[in-house]
Nanobody, 124 residues
Framework: DVQLQASGGGLVQAGGSLRLSCTFS????????IGWFRQAPGKEREGVSA???????HYVDSVKGRFTISSDRAKNTVYLQMNNLKPEDTAVYYC??????????????????WGQGTQVTVSS
């Protein structure tokens, strides 16, 4: 039974930082890529960053240089370090697995598994 648990959201001022965590179970690092998506009010869900099963990283242009995806394989956890946050980063952030790189890079929204969201609010 695949499960993904996201945490770490909160309220931060513009220019601040947050680190999101996604802890998973029910599959291994070799099985699926894991990624982060976000959805702002009134907007479509969009890809943010993904970690491929082979360890390569992917980012949407709007977060390059500010966000970093990483992992702790012993803890089955993927992190999203978000620096220099902007009000436009405000959204509910979701972690997901399986199909995430294709979703992020090609808009192929066939994602196998979703975790619950965590709210990130950036005040100006």
């Amino acid at each position: 039974d695949v499960q993904l648990q996201a945490s770490g959201g909160g309220l931060v001022q513009a220019g601040g930082s947050l680190r999101l965590s996604c802890t998973f179970s029910g599959f291994t690092w070799r099985d699926y890529g894991i990624g982060w998506f976000r959805q702002a009010p009134g907007k479509e869900r969009e890809g943010v960053s993904a970690l491929s099963a082979d360890g390569s990283t992917h980012y949407v242009d709007s977060v390059k240089g500010r966000f970093t995806i990483s992992s702790d394989r012993a803890k089955n956890t993927v992190y999203l370090q978000m620096n220099n946050l902007k009000p436009e980063d405000t959204a509910v952030y979701y972690c997901a697995a399986d199909g995430v790189v294709a979703a992020l890079t090609h808009g192929s929204w066939v994602v196998g598994f979703w975790g619950q969201g965590t709210q990130v609010t950036v005040s100006s």
